[in-house]
């Protein structure tokens, strides 16, 4: 038996190998130490044995609630990730794998590797509307990497999406990518008008050194950026001020912030509400938006998310809240689950890579439904 995390993502501590019904594992916090959740590793073992893998530190982890009814992903082929039985009890996670092959990938969630990034980059920008620019370098020196669909005709509208601020949130490019494929199809009559009305501005992966770290949510200093639109640094997060930089040269009209959510079973939008100049225009068209994305896809709804910030309360170091307010712009955070999505669940895949890339394609309507009144 063999258990790894030293490759890309990679993140499990090993404990005690010594039985197979009892193998002991920890997961390794993030740089600074205030956040764990994300695994990844890899288990070689006998074809046809069962294997118990206990992670027994889950009970000190960042978000505690997302355990419950919770199961882990695994792929033996690195394409299709299915669910293991996995139980949480007294602070331990528990995941039981009957090896039909001899090595079995087990994840958090359905990994999106920097590599695969790397191949989305380099398809994306075969599209004749498609530029890649370079923002800056990570505190690892990594691209920070923008990809720019549009003629850059300033009567259009800007419409900016982010994804993986939270590395372990891989759902989040998952979504991009079905978004990208679809918006550059040209077979897509609703993506062809949408570029006919708007220049797109997308970062598929906001913090590529937390990714490749194995991190839940911090970049490489330990700095959770979706808590630093108000005054990022390069010193702490410079993946936001390179960020802010590009939008205050382009404007925003429509931004589209993606993330996961560890705790709630649904997809849902968490708006800016709470900020201090949201008025009815806005209001107008957050309902209007996401109407026809309940509309595009059964998979999203509106009843279970976040409680609403009062307004004037809202906390202004978050992108959503920023820049909303910053741009007087529509603006919302897209939260999808590590675990299944209870308004339609799947018992095999739960939440999987391929939902998020259909709400990726269903997004898409929905920004076409409100465009012409962004301003």
Request: aromatic share 10%; with cysteine.
């Amino acid at each position: 038996m063999h258990i790894t995390d030293n490759f890309d993502a990679g993140n499990i501590e090993v404990i005690n190998l010594e039985d197979k019904k009892d193998i002991q594992l920890a997961i390794r916090p993030d740089v600074g130490g205030e956040f764990f959740q994300w695994f990844n590793f890899r288990l070689s073992g006998q074809v046809g044995e069962q294997y118990v893998l206990n992670i027994v530190n889950a009970g000190e982890s960042s978000y505690p609630t997302g355990w419950e009814n919770y199961q882990a992903v695994a792929s033996y082929d690195r394409q299709h990730w299915f669910r293991l039985p996995t139980t949480y009890k007294e602070g331990k996670l528990t995941i039981v794998a009957n090896l039909e092959y001899a090595t079995i990938q087990i994840a958090y969630f359905a990994p999106y590797s920097y590599e695969r990034h790397q191949d989305l980059l380099a398809a994306a920008q075969e599209h004749p509307l498609v530029t890649l620019e370079h923002l800056g370098e990570t505190l690892d020196k990594r691209d920070l990497t923008l990809v720019k669909i549009g003629d850059n005709d300033a009567s259009k509208r800007n419409i900016w999406i982010t994804a993986r601020q939270h590395p372990g949130e891989t759902m989040a490019e998952w979504l991009v990518e079905g978004l990208l494929q679809s918006l550059l199809d040209s077979d897509n009559a609703n993506s062809r008008l949408l570029l006919e009305k708007a220049n797109f501005y997308i970062v598929p992966n906001m913090n590529p050194d937390g990714s490749v770290r194995g991190h839940l949510r911090t970049n490489a200093a330990g700095t959770n950026l979706n808590r630093e639109w108000s005054n990022p640094s390069l010193e702490k997060s410079p993946e936001v001020f390179y960020v802010i930089n590009k939008m205050e040269e382009t404007g925003v009209d429509l931004f589209y912030d993606v993330h996961g959510d560890e705790a709630l079973p649904y997809v849902f939008l968490a708006g800016s509400q709470g900020a201090p100049s949201y008025n009815e225009r806005l209001a107008n068209l957050r309902d209007k938006f996401s109407d026809v994305l309940k509309l595009a896809s059964a998979d999203f709804q509106s009843e279970f998310g976040y409680d609403i910030d009062a307004p004037g309360t809202a906390n202004m170091t978050l992108a959503t809240n920023w820049v909303a307010e910053r741009f007087d712009c529509l603006a919302n955070t897209l939260e999808m689950p590590f675990k299944d999505n209870d308004n339609v669940p799947d018992v095999e895949t739960g939440w999987s890579p391929e939902r998020s890339a259909k709400l990726g394609e269903a997004s898409l309507i929905a920004m076409l439904a409100v465009v012409d009144e962004l301003r």
